[in-house]
């Protein structure tokens, strides 16, 4: 998992067997199994502010430039 400046971003590399335990909770929240599961969580110090940056609508890649 990235993390930025002490905050924590989206995982972006994940087993299939993760998936599949995140998947099959009540809620399919990534944080919370993160939060479970912590020693299976490798954290990788970056220099890159998009790695926190949270698009969910197109304003939100209007603001952030974004090509979709």
């Known amino acids: 998992m990235p993390c930025y ?3 924590r971003g989206n995982p972006i590399v994940m087993r299939r067997r993760a998936v ?3 998947l099959d ?3 399919q929240v990534c944080r919370e199994w993160l939060d479970l ?3 299976r ?3 990788m110090e970056t220099n890159r502010a998009e790695f ?3 698009v969910d609508t197109l304003e939100d890649l209007r603001r952030e430039r ?3």
Request: a negative charge; aromatic letters at 10%.
């Open 5 to 7: 400046q002490g905050q």
């Open 20 to 22: 599949l335990e995140i």
């Open 25 to 27: 909770t009540p809620t």
């Open 37 to 39: 599961h912590p020693s």
């Open 41 to 43: 969580v490798h954290f």
């Open 52 to 54: 926190i940056t949270d």
């Open 66 to 68: 974004l090509e979709y």
